[in-house]
């Protein structure tokens, strides 16, 4: 008879793979990144006499700019900066609401205006190019209609980030979500959480391939030399991934700024269905990463699939029952102090209780949604 403790199913060593790979990623990626040294504070001495463009690109967002913009304008900037705002195809007042600012700040605010999107040409994309075409300054800093930057430093500290490690040409940041009441909220936050951790800690190890367009900024040249959106102008999604994925081929280089005074924050989705919709018109730029981006990336989401698949085949064998629980009691501790850790260091709150249950329900809803992306690739933007 076999002792309790010796485990009888190969899916327990199948189990014990994927929870060594978890491993590697926590204890090489996430937890360094998570304990690096602090970035310098706004009010350190620092590079601050570049002038930046913020390109914001908005369709229908005159509630969302009436938040933003004045935030935006009362950024602590000593050198200059200006407001590029593109109202793209707006069929509410935003037009007006940015002519206005436009004449009343005539040397900060920027008004550029799209009637319409040539066919086949994802509509962002077109807006975020035509934006770009009328910045004046090389440096260019990116968010969406619908976030607010955290600090009046925002502008300061991402810029400053240009100046990393001799000078780059791609500075990713993060953008949190406000913490709200309910479960989905946690969820979009944990999910938030556990993407940043993957393209921030990459990118600091030397492998970007991914940035979020509410917080991300590049320079013009950057842009020219990946040939603006050409590779994927079709493609609905990836006007912020897609353009590091091609800045990455064309040798540009990357710097994390993730200090919470950089970062910028958004509404979550207040639904589910809202949350699905977004979730997908996301993930599904990922068919277009470079092989080994895919590989670092899959091969993370796949052992944490793997793992709760191997978990359910193991439950219905009571021999496997005790190493079973070791092994799960001892993966979650660790686990959970990794997130735990990141989640201060990015100042995005996580319930630490929670988080066994947030890990399972976002692997899950992670393969339900590759599955809807095999089956059906409509998507749509605004």
């Known amino acids: 008879m076999l002792l309790p403790l010796v485990p009888t199913s190969p899916f327990f060593w ?9 491993l590697f ?37 005159l ?14 900037y000593p050198a200059a900066f200006e407001i590029v705002l593109i109202d793209d195809r707006s069929e509410d007042d935003t037009y007006l609401y940015a002519q206005q600012l436009a004449q009343y700040y005539p040397s900060t605010v920027r008004l550029v205006t799209i009637d319409r999107t040539p066919d086949g040409f994802a ?9 770009i075409k009328a910045a004046r300054y090389p440096r260019l800093l990116f968010t969406d209609a619908d976030c607010i930057p955290a600090t009046n430093q925002w502008l300061r500290l991402m810029q400053r980030g240009f100046a990393y490690n001799g000078g780059v040409d791609v500075v ?7 913490e709200a009441p309910g479960f989905l909220n946690q969820l979009i936050r944990y999910e938030t959480l556990l993407t940043a951790a993957q393209y921030l ?4 190890r030397g492998w970007a391939y991914m940035g979020v367009g509410r917080n991300l900024a590049y320079t013009r040249a950057c842009f020219t030399a990946t040939k603006g959106f050409a590779s994927h102008i079709r493609q609905l999604s990836g006007d912020d991934d897609l353009l590091v994925q091609d800045a990455v081929r064309a040798h540009q280089r990357v710097a994390v700024v993730a200090e919470p005074a950089a970062h910028t924050l958004s509404e979550p989705a207040a639904t589910w269905r809202a949350w699905w919709r977004q979730k997908r018109r996301h993930l599904s730029a990922g068919r277009a990463y470079r092989l080994a981006d895919r ?5 993370f989401v796949l052992a944490n699939m793997l793992f709760y698949l191997a978990t359910v085949v193991l439950v219905f064998s009571p021999n496997n029952w005790v190493p079973l629980a070791v092994v799960w009691v001892l993966r979650t501790l660790f686990v959970s102090a990794v997130y735990a850790r990141l989640s201060r260091r990015l100042d995005q709150p996580v319930n630490v209780g929670l988080l066994p249950v947030l890990d399972v329900v976002y692997f899950v809803q992670y393969l339900a949604l590759g599955i809807s992306l095999s089956l059906n690739r409509t998507l749509r933007w605004k």
């Open 123 to 131: 509509p962002k994309k077109y807006a975020l190019t035509l934006g």
């Open 201 to 204: 800690s990459f990118a600091w």
């Open 172 to 178: 990713l940041g993060f953008s949190a979500y406000v």
């Open 25 to 61: 990623y926590a204890a090489y990626f996430f937890w360094p990144f998570a304990r690096r040294a602090p970035e310098a504070p706004a009010d350190a001495l620092g590079p601050d006499s570049e002038p930046v463009s913020i390109v914001v690109c908005a369709r229908n967002e």
């Open 295 to 299: 590989l670092r990336v899959g091969t």
């Open 14 to 22: 199948l189990l014990l793979a994927c929870v060594l790979v978890q």
């Open 63 to 76: 509630d969302n700019l009436r938040r933003l913009l004045p935030l935006l304008l009362k950024q602590d």
